[in-house]
């Protein structure tokens, strides 16, 4: 991985960390790239156990796909195998054989947002806010795949309010709809929940957690 998607191993446990604070984290379509190879990578390593994914700093976990990824955009073909290419990665991450548990703390928009709601456990801080602000930013629309993803979590009507207002859920609301599982009050509280979580998860039956997911 480069220095803007950092992947680390300790004790079973993989660290995936989006590092462009400068950019609230957001994503390059390599990162994206990035981020998929190594759900191959975990796949095939049967060492490791559970998977964190998280954001440097304490302002964004992912402020969604970087804007400037779309300024090469030229026809409606460019805009669909953007969102093929999203399905393709996300799709990736969900189905990693191992139980995923995103960190997050401050923004978590648009794709962030996508990429949370792929994960099998959510913990937030109490700068966490979570939503798909596309009505007012940049216009598109979500794949059905990420779609669905919401609405498995919140149901049919959360998910028409998320993305009709563009509105993003503070961190009590998100914890009481289900997009969080656990709220804390800091970063520092948050990484060592993630960490502790994580190390309960590696300490259960391998293929009793692969099944289950």
Do not use: W
């Amino acid at each position: 991985a480069t220095e803007d998607l950092i992947y680390t191993i300790d004790n079973g446990i993989a660290h995936l960390t989006f590092n462009r604070p400068q950019a609230r984290n957001a994503l390059t379509f390599a990162m994206y790239e990035q981020m998929a190879t190594i759900c191959e990578t975990v796949n095939a390593d049967r060492s490791i156990k559970a998977i964190i994914l998280t954001g440097t700093g304490d302002k964004a976990f992912a402020s969604g796909t970087d804007i400037s990824q779309f300024r090469a955009f030229k026809t409606a073909e460019d805009a669909l195998q953007y969102e093929e290419r999203i399905d393709r990665v996300l799709g990736a991450l969900e189905k990693v054989r191992v139980p995923t548990i995103a960190a997050i703390a401050g923004a978590c928009t648009g794709g962030g947002a996508g990429i949370a709601a792929c994960c099998d456990i959510r913990i937030g801080t109490a700068s966490t806010r979570i939503g798909f602000p596309i009505a007012r930013t940049l216009g598109n629309c979500l794949s059905m795949s990420n779609i669905s993803r919401v609405v498995a979590l919140v149901g049919p009507a959360r998910t028409k309010d998320l993305i009709f207002t563009a509105r993003l859920i503070e961190a009590p609301e998100a914890l009481a709809l289900g997009l969080l599982n656990e709220v804390v009050p800091d970063v520092a509280t948050l990484q060592r929940r993630a960490a502790e979580t994580a190390k309960l998860i590696a300490g259960h039956a391998p293929i009793t957690m692969e099944t289950a997911k």
